[in-house]
């Protein structure tokens, strides 16, 4: 099956800095790579996704890139604020099928 | 669309005692998802459904746990007997199989179960 591995486990970054989290993941087959953002006692909400016929996609602060052939995808996030302290999950699946999540970035901002 | 609706958001138990969580899926949607969450073993897929039948149980801890999905507006996981260890927050999500955000799962806010 697929494995997703997540890395770095734990990131603190100033505000305003840049902050980059990156996924590997093992199958091939897969083409649907989602991120979700969690803050403390709330639910994992979608903040940015990439299926694999795209290479990148941005929404304002937020970007993500998708490498195939290397099998690994980031997130990146510019300009960061304290709002974005929270943890950072990164998925991966075939259409129609589970997600496998990798185990998770809790970023910090410090003010 | 009022999201994912789960139900209770927190239940306190003795252990011993059988638990049912419930769950609505987003109308139109025909995947539903049951995870756990854990500090010590992360987000783990429980179950899930495609069109209502069951695709993997795979990661239903044992036989104490269940779960249903009569119709496609709702679902349900029973735990009994529920023991002390089973206490985590569980979450329902839903997706669809087709249209523009196909496979994009929504997360329900969670049930906070407590076995005492």
């Known amino acids: 099956g697929e494995n997703v591995e997540q890395h770095p486990s734990t990131l603190s970054v100033q505000e305003g800095d840049s902050a980059v989290i990156k996924c590997t993941y093992s199958?091939?087959?897969?083409?649907?790579f989602p991120w979700y953002k969690q803050e403390l006692g709330k639910r994992p909400q979608l903040i940015i996704d990439i299926r694999s016929n795209v290479g990148e996609k941005k929404d304002q602060r937020i970007a993500v890139t998708l490498n195939k052939t290397a099998k690994h995808f980031s997130l990146h996030i510019t300009e960061t604020q304290p709002e974005d302290s929270a943890v950072y999950f990164c998925a991966a699946s075939k259409s129609g099928n589970q997600f496998y999540f990798g185990t998770g970035t809790s970023l910090t901002v410090i003010p | 669309d009022a999201g994912v609706i789960q139900s209770p958001r927190h239940e306190v138990t003795e252990m011993g005692q059988e638990v049912t969580l419930r769950c609505k899926p987003i109308s139109g949607h025909n995947s539903l998802f049951w995870y756990r969450q854990t500090m010590m073993r992360g987000l783990e897929l429980l179950i899930y459904?495609?069109?209502?039948?069951?695709?993997?149980d795979s990661g239903m801890p044992e036989d104490r746990f269940s779960a249903k999905m009569p119709n496609a507006s709702f679902s349900t996981l029973k735990i009994q007997p529920s023991e002390p260890r089973d206490s985590a927050v569980y979450f329902c999500?839903?997706?669809?199989?087709?249209?523009?955000?196909?496979?994009?799962?929504?997360f329900g806010p969670g049930t906070r179960l407590t076995v005492l």
């Open positions: 199958d091939s087959a897969s083409n649907y």
């Open positions: 459904f495609n069109n209502n039948v069951p695709i993997d």
């Open positions: 999500a839903s997706s669809s199989l087709t249209g523009p955000r196909i496979d994009t799962q929504y």
